[in-house]
């Protein structure tokens, strides 16, 4: 415990040299930029800026790339409060009374509200993960092949129990990333396999290409087709709203630590930001006493979507420093990242990689702290961005995710995956095929079928081994009560009559 | 399929073929991954489970959740509901169409031309600008990408005959 502290003042320590301080600004204002604009969400904007990072040292590479990600979680905001356009998914919720809000002139008191809950949502969150990530670590040392194949089971099968997509498109989409990232040479036995005598297939599918095509071009293609015009309302924020909205936010402690709880349990488990900020939401207007005033702009119903979708975007993280298994689509960039700088995720980062892992808790704190100076005093200009008509946004968003994918493998034909990516991206979102399963089955793929083929190897093919202790068949069975957990809810709502509470979204 | 739905939208491809359409090509996927593992060794050899062991079941998967979809579309009655209207499907495709000639434009003339033309076509086309904005922002854009890629972060991007005439 206190050589934790001891580690993260370290971590401290390497965070405020000035060179790292200037990447933490610069990586805030390019994840602000890329949660504002339409076609770039938080984890194309970090794949696409890998590249970048690539000749820095792998602290001050995920420094960046981790502001990024906040930036990203701020940027939202910005959007759905002023333009009732949601950056991101998470935002969704914050547009419900955040736009209202800005439609009765209160636009700064939304924005700071929306900006102060995501930071405490954010700061809780990394508390948590600072005291619980060594020891998850410490006890995931432990574990052997069947145990590290539960917990990717146990993975997948939450984002099945817990997207709001149908269950059987959620496993269409999500073995869909694993045939695709089960192309190209065999891990265990070096074996070419499904490259059908392409040479272009011999490497795979990149993850990274996926993402810029899935996420950037996919969404450009809708944004299109929905001929999008912004028309914002202007943004007036100055230190005396600030202040004043600072004053009243005290009150609602309640709300934000409930906030805050549902965003660190739903970031754990890889479903995420998203249905955090809905659940938080939801919960919010059924408890509070002026729940039928939500949606028509109640303070309250800012601050809980954006405390927990924060909460649980950092949230997410901790399974990916601590077990190798990313929480969010983000995260699992983030991973790919530690994998091109030559780190290997997993528990071992906490006792090979002490710099590397306390400077990312580190420059959670402060990019936090960083980021909401930051977006508190730019509003205006973010907002202003917003107003360049979407004929020269798109083409130069256009031209950015090409120049990222080619930047992956210096290779020409990745670009040309990346249209096919965004093309299949548009007709899956449309179809409400969930993108993100399949994402990080593509990340994941390998190594899920690594520790599935050991542990097998070890069991002579009996599928007994992940049954054979406590600790592999309780996370198995959580996976397997996940994974059918729509048709255990349909079951249950049947038994208890039509009158049974339907979870909220 | 029902391509001559009335709404207020105007007609387009119904949603139901859409939901069909992306069904059937996901299946065709597992049904590639299960051919192509079967000829790789979908089973159990002395050394452990061969390399097309684990796609192979993937591949399954695929083709039972994808039959399950389809079952799903034609169990529902057909609401007449549109995928999207075809002024939408044009302006979708008024980004596919040059972005994809983009793409294949970028080996041959370099990054950087490709992405002046690209924006410029962008801008004049859908955007109706000034040729004066046009040029403006087709040639500002690129050039701040040079500095920001080949100076600050040395990563060099794809370059072609106008690059080799300024001597990069």
Not at chain 1, 316 to 321: C, E, F, S, Y
Request: proline share 5%; glycine share 12%; aromatic share 12%.
């Amino acid at each position: 415990m206190f050589e934790d502290i001891g580690n993260l003042m370290h971590g401290f320590s390497v965070v405020v040299q000035p060179y790292n301080l200037v990447l933490m600004v610069i990586g805030i204002v390019l994840g602000v930029l890329v949660g504002v604009l339409p076609g770039l969400g938080g984890a194309n904007g970090v794949a696409i800026l890998l590249p970048l990072t690539f000749s820095m040292s792998p602290t001050s590479a995920i420094i960046m790339l981790s502001c990024i990600y906040w930036g990203a979680l701020f940027g939202g905001a910005i959007t759905s409060i002023l333009f009732n356009i949601p950056g991101e998914p998470w935002s969704v919720a914050t547009t419900f009374d955040g736009y209202p809000m800005a439609q009765q002139g209160r636009a700064g008191e939304a924005l700071t509200a929306a900006f102060t809950s995501s930071f405490v949502g954010a700061l809780f969150a990394v508390i948590m993960i600072t005291l619980v990530a060594p020891l998850v670590a410490s006890f995931a040392l432990r574990f052997g092949p069947a145990e590290i194949f539960s917990v990717y089971f146990l993975a997948f099968c939450s984002f099945v129990g817990l997207s709001k997509e149908p269950p059987f498109k959620t496993i269409a989409a999500m073995m869909l990333g694993f045939a695709l990232g089960s192309v190209g040479l065999d891990q265990v036995t070096g074996q070419l396999r499904l490259t059908f005598g392409f040479e272009t297939l011999l490497s795979g599918f990149d993850f990274l290409i996926a993402v810029i095509g899935l996420f950037g071009i996919g969404e450009i293609l809708l944004t299109m087709e929905e001929g999008l015009s912004f028309r914002g309302k202007s943004a007036k924020i100055n230190l005396k709203i600030v202040v004043q909205t600072w004053k009243q936010l005290p009150k609602y402690w309640f709300l934000s630590l409930r906030s805050c709880l549902i965003g660190c349990w739903m970031g754990i488990s890889p479903a995420g930001a998203t249905p955090a900020s809905f659940m938080s939401y939801g919960i919010a207007k059924r408890i509070s006493k002026r729940g039928k005033n939500f949606g028509k702009g109640e303070i309250e119903g800012v601050i809980a979507p954006e405390t927990a979708a924060h909460a649980a975007g950092t949230s997410a993280l901790l399974p990916m420093i601590s077990l190798g298994v990313p929480g969010s689509p983000t995260a699992a960039v983030l991973l790919g990242g530690l994998l091109i700088w030559g780190l290997q995720p997993g528990p071992l980062l906490f006792t090979e990689q002490k710099d590397f892992v306390w400077g990312l808790i580190a420059s959670m704190y402060m990019g936090n702290i960083v980021g909401l100076i930051v977006v508190l005093t730019c509003v205006p200009v973010f907002a202003a961005i917003l107003r360049i008509p979407f004929s020269v946004i798109a083409p130069v968003i256009l031209v950015f995710c090409a120049i990222g994918a080619y930047t992956v493998h210096n290779n020409t034909f990745d670009v040309v995956m990346m249209l096919v990516f965004g093309v299949v991206g548009y007709f899956m979102k449309k179809t409400n095929y969930p993108l993100a399963p399949m994402v990080l089955a593509i990340v994941l793929g390998d190594k899920a079928e690594e520790s599935f083929r050991q542990s097998l190897l070890g069991s002579q093919g009996s599928l007994g081994i992940f049954w054979s202790n406590g600790l592999v068949s309780t996370i198995m069975t959580l996976g397997l009560i996940a994974l059918f957990w729509p048709a255990i809810s349909a079951g249950w709502t049947r038994v208890r009559g039509s009158a049974g509470l339907r979870p909220a979204e | 399929m029902s391509e001559t739905t009335h709404e207020s939208g105007g007609t387009g491809p119904s949603h139901r073929s859409a939901e069909v359409g992306v069904a059937l090509a996901i299946a065709a996927i597992g049904v590639i991954a299960v051919v192509g593992s079967m000829r790789i060794g979908s089973g159990w050899s002395p050394e452990g489970p061969q390399a097309g062991f684990f796609p192979f079941y993937i591949g399954l998967i695929i083709i039972v959740a994808c039959a399950v979809n389809l079952a799903k579309v034609f169990a529902a009655a057909d609401d007449g509901a549109l995928f999207a209207n075809w002024t939408q499907l044009r302006q979708v495709a008024s980004v596919v169409v040059p972005t994809a000639v983009y793409v294949f434009a970028i080996p041959q003339i370099g990054m950087y031309v490709s992405s002046a033309l690209l924006i410029a076509v962008f801008m004049r086309w859908l955007g109706h600008y000034r040729w004066s904005v046009v040029a403006a922002v087709s040639v500002v854009v690129p050039i701040f990408t040079f500095f920001m890629f080949e100076i600050w972060f040395l990563v060099p991007l794809p370059k072609g005959p106008v690059e080799r005439m300024l001597g990069f």
